[in-house]
């Protein structure tokens, strides 16, 4: 029970966290971090291990997965450029950075072990890229691309930490070793993630059931992952890849049921998975600091050293990945030079989270090789709070002082309405083929729906006072409102049946739900 309680009291304070960010217009992430690290010191509080294994295969794939059936395929093939940019060439290039700079201040450490705490410190979070981004109202590409590299990253950096630490360790490790790491890790987890991918589509199309549908998609994060572990492929790249083609497919293998009930399922579990985290980082603070055994002097010293060589080599890394490749005219009159603002935002968003110290934790033990590891793990949460602390909290203040532009909603409505306008035209013309069937009340009360629906759209694009659509909305959830009372007054009376009050309550709760974004707008 101790255990359960623990779980429990570590929910409800995320919860209250997140809660208590959004009142005050912070970012959950961060504020959740600092709880962590000041309730890692309140007497009595327990003592949260966290263990790598927990995160790397219990919690990291449902989060992958979800972000992952969220991004637009189109949209990430169209950035692929600068997500494996990011993704595969930033990694390397700030893992052996780090390295360099590390074995500088410690020469007694193996250089390989130095490589191998860059590679645990390079990659940015999915988790605080995706929280923070959107949080900001950051432009759809720049979201695009910072999700992208995040969904990527863990897979190369967790590869050549696997590298990096054999030979350090003394396994043999020569150039067909490592492209063979890289082919088993890369491939294999494409390989698995695809085929799994189609043998899960392939349930989700025959099951009829919605809660049949969600809990195979509660299932399908490690029915991915974990015949990919066991091969020693990644299992990060076999989860986003099915991630990526069962989101694309969603909607022609699931009912619309199906859709709205796991897609309920999925915001829930993603919310208490993401205060969570953050929570546990913070949490860590205690046991880093007790285990850890360096001078303190020489401890901040190397901390600041790592922290601005990744500050500064993620930026020295972006601006030419931007530039170079449109130097090339075909890149080019596909994707022209954008402004100096995104590669600066980009730059700027390198928050680190729970992987990296995750993969901290799995470093070898000092039994097996000599260095100091207590060092290391301190490193990496350095790593994750500065970077999350600081970058995240100013990342807003920096977009503004970049004067980045959001993205136009007039634009993106211009387009919703002339798509919505085809569509309403498409559900006319099936209506006219199938009217002589049905009532002629009934093919006109549908004619009508569908102008509405293709009207409402063009209305958001107007100035001024209270559009019809949105008089609608207000008006109609006030009847409903109505129509809710005199249920639940006719159930307390005795004149039906509960079961009666549920089945009206569920039309009712719908029908408001979809006027919910009518009165938005």
């Avoid at 260095?371 to 600081?390: C, E, G, K, Q, S």
């Amino acid at each position: 029970m101790d255990g359960l309680g623990e779980i429990v009291a570590l929910v409800a304070i995320a919860v209250i966290g997140t809660a208590l960010a959004r009142k005050f217009g912070l970012l959950a992430p961060i504020l959740l971090v600092v709880a962590g690290l000041g309730l890692s010191f309140v007497p009595g509080f327990p003592e949260i291990h966290l263990e790598p294994e927990l995160v790397l295969v219990g919690i990291l794939p449902p989060l992958l997965y979800v972000a992952a059936i969220e991004t637009s395929v189109p949209a990430f093939r169209f950035n692929l450029r600068p997500i494996l940019l990011l993704a595969v060439g930033l990694v390397i290039f700030t893992a052996f950075a780090v390295g360099i700079v590390l074995h500088m201040l410690l020469p007694e450490v193996p250089f390989a072990l130095c490589v191998a705490l860059g590679a645990v410190v390079a990659p940015p979070d999915a988790v605080a890229a995706t929280a923070v981004a959107r949080r900001i109202g950051l432009p759809r590409r720049i979201v695009t691309i910072l999700e992208g590299e995040s969904l990527i990253n863990d897979a190369t950096a967790l590869v050549l930490l696997r590298v990096t630490v054999g030979a350090a360790t003394g396994a043999a490790v020569g150039a067909l070793d490592v492209v063979g790491d890289v082919v088993l890790a890369a491939g294999g987890g494409v390989a698995i993630g695809a085929a799994g991918a189609v043998a899960i589509s392939f349930l989700h199309k025959r099951i009829q059931d919605p809660l049949l549908d969600t809990a195979l998609s509660l299932l399908t994060p490690w029915l991915i992952v974990l015949p990919a572990e066991a091969v020693h492929s990644s299992g990060v790249v076999a989860v986003v890849v099915a991630g990526l083609y069962i989101g694309h497919r969603m909607p022609m293998m699931m009912s619309a049921a199906s859709r709205l009930q796991t897609d309920a399922f999925w915001r829930i579990t993603q919310f208490l998975l993401e205060g969570m985290v953050f929570l546990l980082v913070g949490l860590q603070l205690r046991d880093i600091v007790r285990d850890l055994e360096t001078p303190w002097g020489e401890v901040l010293g190397i901390t600041a050293a790592v922290v601005v060589t990744l500050i500064v080599a993620r930026f020295v890394w972006v601006f030419p990945a931007t530039y170079i490749p449109r130097l090339i005219p075909s890149i080019r009159r596909r994707d022209p030079f954008p402004p100096i603002s995104h590669p600066s935002v980009i730059g700027f968003a390198g928050m680190r989270g729970v992987v990296t110290l995750a993969a901290a934790l799995a470093l070898p033990t000092t039994d097996e090789v000599a260095y100091p590891r207590d060092l290391f793990i301190w490193l990496a949460f350095a790593v994750i709070v500065v970077t999350l602390v600081a970058q995240g909290a100013t990342l807003p203040a920096f977009a503004r002082m970049m004067r980045l532009s959001p993205d136009d909603p007039a634009k993106d409505t211009l387009a919703e309405a002339a798509v919505q306008n085809a569509a309403s035209r498409a559900a006319r013309e099936r209506l006219d083929a199938l009217a002589h069937s049905a009532p002629t009340a009934a093919v006109q009360r549908l004619r009508d729906l569908a102008d509405h629906r293709s009207n409402k759209v063009w209305e958001r694009l107007g100035g001024g006072g209270e559009t019809p659509s949105r008089a609608y909305g207000r008006l109609r959830r006030e009847m409903i409102d109505a129509e809710r009372e005199v249920f639940r007054a006719a159930r307390d009376e005795g004149r039906i049946a509960e079961e009666v009050l549920r089945r009206a309550q569920r039309d009712l709760d719908l029908e408001e739900s979809l006027l919910q974004r009518t009165i938005e707008g």
